[in-house]
């Protein structure tokens, strides 16, 4: 297994059983450790986050700018898209 160089800082969780016994299965499943399996899901929650985040900011600029659309027509172009009926 290759060892990232990033420089790391250790930290301290605590976290429900099942959580743990989880994680360790997934680990298990990938031949990863423990270690690389929260390290990932960090990751990838901040990255989500981070982008979620972001796409709020916009939207509130843009409700400011008054760049809006009424919710049925959102609504409906999202049925219309998937097929679904209103």
């Known amino acids: 297994m290759e060892r990232d160089a990033t ?9 429900a059983s099942e959580t743990v016994a989880g994680i360790d299965a997934l680990a ?3 031949d990863r450790s423990r270690n690389y399996i929260i390290n990932q899901a960090m990751q990838q929650y901040l990255e989500t986050n ?5 796409r709020i900011k916009v939207g509130i600029a843009a ?3 008054g760049r809006v659309r009424p919710a049925e027509r959102v609504f409906g172009a ?3 898209k ?3 009926k209103r």
Do not use: F, L, V
């Open 7 to 15: 420089p790391s800082t250790p930290i301290t969780i605590r976290a």
């Open 63 to 65: 409700a400011r700018k």
């Open 50 to 54: 981070a982008w979620q985040t972001e």
């Open 78 to 80: 999202i049925a219309k």
């Open 82 to 84: 998937h097929g679904w």
């Open 28 to 30: 298990a499943a990938m």
